[in-house]
Nanobody, 125 residues
Framework: VQLQASGGGLVQPGGSLRLSCVAS????????IGWFRQAAGKEREGVSY??????FYAGSVKGRFTISRDNAKNTVYLQMNNVKPDDTAIYYC?????????????????????WGQGTQVTVSS
């Protein structure tokens, strides 16, 4: 199983960016994906999560970021709108098979089996 995150780059405050996470090697589409980020000098934190129909967002991105998935392409997207300098970080996608996570558990890294390599997002003018 491999996860390939892409789409990062330099964007101005207030701008938009779409991250992609392509999953390969799963034998079915029944897996769920979380997006995490790690800013310099800070711990990694959960940003968003998507199950088959469940979606969760961190409070800091709710209303600005949208997570979605295209099972035909084995891809999960994170649409980032109205980005802020505090959104600057390396963004990682992570996957787990089996039962979906709930609101109290999706941020916990130990629930994820596979991790992508990360993509850098820099928000700066």
């Amino acid at each position: 199983v491999q996860l390939q995150a892409s789409g990062g780059g330099l964007v101005q405050p207030g701008g938009s960016l779409r991250l992609s996470c392509v999953a390969s090697g799963f034998t079915s589409s029944y897996y769920t994906i979380g997006w995490f980020r790690q800013a310099a000098g800070k711990e990694r934190e959960g940003v968003s999560y998507i199950g088959e129909s469940t979606k969760f967002y961190a409070g800091s991105v709710k209303g600005r970021f949208t997570i979605s998935r295209d099972n035909a392409k084995n891809t999960v997207y994170l649409q980032m709108n109205n980005v802020k300098p505090d959104d600057t970080a390396i963004y990682y996608c992570a996957a787990r098979r089996g039962a979906r996570l709930i609101s109290s558990s999706w941020r916990q890294e130990e629930h994820y089996e596979y991790w992508g390599q990360g993509t850098q997002v820099t928000v700066s003018s």
